[in-house]
């Protein structure tokens, strides 16, 4: 994870994707090739460059009303070509809570 504060420092080993939360409620979301944002993980764009991911980032970071507290993520790709979360922190955005909620009797 990068903060926005330190674009000039990023460093990416594999592939990566810029992700953020919507605005609107709070969904984890991520840029597209089309330069637009989606919830699936599937039609996000994969970076594999330094420069590749400070251009997407910045570009994200400018669409503030759609998006807030875009950041860099790594990702794995499958040999089945799926890209799926490439650390814990992101694969727990990506399923939701780790806890149940209380049901109310």
Do not use: C, F
């Amino acid at each position: 994870m990068t903060s926005p504060l330190e674009q000039k420092k990023i460093r990416i080993t594999g592939p990566s994707v810029v992700t953020a939360n919507r605005t609107w409620d709070g969904i984890v979301i991520y840029r597209t090739p089309s330069h637009g944002w989606s919830a699936e993980l599937s039609n996000a764009a994969i970076v594999r460059t330094s420069d590749e991911a400070r251009a997407l980032l910045a570009e994200s970071i400018a669409d503030d009303v759609g998006a807030i507290g875009a950041y860099i993520a790594p990702v794995d790709i499958t040999d089945g070509g799926e890209i799926e979360p490439g650390n814990l922190r992101e694969q727990i955005r990506s399923e939701g809570l780790t806890i149940g909620l209380p049901v109310p009797a």
